[in-house]
Nanobody
C-alpha cells in the first residue's frame, strides 16, 4: 500500500520561509503527479501547486502563490518539495501532499498525506 509522509510545517512570521517535504513509499509502479493542497479553517481544500512527472515535470500553481512558492520533485525518489517564501497570514492552513499513480498491487492510486500545519503570524 502506498503511503505519503510529510514534514516541514511550523510557525513562521510574515515574510518568512518554510520548506515542506513529502515522500511516497510502497509498491509504487509509477507516480503521475505529486502536489500540495491546503485547507484553512472554514474553507475548502484548494490546490497550491502540482508537478506532473508524466509530462516532463511540468508544474502548475495557484494564482495566490505564484512567484512566492516553488514546487520541485524527484521522480526517482518519489518525493516532492514545496519551497514557500514571502509567507503571508493568508497562507496559514493545513497543507496536504497528494500523489496519483499506479502501484503493483491494486493499480491506480490517489493518496493523501496526513497533513502538516503551517501557521504564519502577522
Amino acid at each position: 500500500q502506498v503511503q505519503l509522509v510529510e514534514s516541514g510545517g511550523g510557525l513562521v512570521q510574515t515574510g518568512g520561509s518554510l520548506r515542506l517535504s513529502c515522500a511516497a513509499s510502497g509498491s509504487i509502479f509509477r507516480i503521475n503527479t505529486m502536489g500540495w493542497y491546503r485547507q484553512a479553517p472554514g474553507k475548502q481544500r484548494e490546490l497550491v501547486a502540482v508537478v506532473v512527472f508524466s509530462s516532463a515535470g511540468s508544474t502548475n500553481y495557484a494564482d495566490s502563490v505564484k512567484g512566492r512558492f516553488t514546487i520541485s520533485g524527484d521522480n526517482a525518489k518519489n518525493t516532492v518539495y514545496l519551497q514557500m517564501n514571502s509567507l503571508k497570514p493568508d497562507d496559514t492552513a493545513v497543507y496536504y501532499c497528494n500523489a496519483v499513480g499506479a502501484d503493483y498491487v491494486r493499480g491506480r492510486f490517489d493518496k493523501w498525506g496526513q497533513g502538516t500545519l503551517v501557521t504564519v503570524s502577522s
